[in-house]
Nanobody
Framework: QVQLVESGGGVVQPGGSLRLSCAAS????????MYWYRQAPGKERELVAV???????NYADSMKGRFTISRDNAKNTAYLQMNLLKPEDTAVYYC?????????WGQGTQVTVSS
């Protein structure tokens, strides 16, 4: 059974940092591209960042320079380092694994940026 378990969310002040983790099990992690998405209340889910099996990364424009996606294949874990957080970054953050027609989602972790 495939599981993606996010952790690391919480409440942080504007300008602060958080690191999210996505621990994967039940799949060959190194074969999957890993994504982070987020969904704010009343809004559609949006792509935050992606890291390929080869380690190439891409980011949504509003996250460039502030967020960093990474992966550790030995630990079956993907990360999202978030710096200079803004109130508009408040959302549930989801981990997503995809290869060919296979894709899996985590349950999400809440990030709240508020003073």
């Amino acid at each position: 059974q495939v599981q993606l378990v996010e952790s690391g969310g919480g409440v942080v002040q504007p300008g602060g940092s958080l690191r999210l983790s996505c621990a994967a099990s039940g799949l060959t992690f190194s074969r999957y591209a890993m994504y982070w998405y987020r969904q704010a209340p009343g809004k559609e889910r949006e792509l935050v960042a992606v890291i390929t099996t080869g380690g190439s990364t891409n980011y949504a424009d509003s996250m460039k320079g502030r967020f960093t996606i990474s992966r550790d294949n030995a630990k079956n874990t993907a990360y999202l380092q978030m710096n200079l957080l803004k109130p508009e970054d408040t959302a549930v953050y989801y981990c997503h694994a995809r290869v060919a027609s296979l894709n899996f989602w985590g349950q999400g972790t809440q990030v709240t940026v508020s003073s």
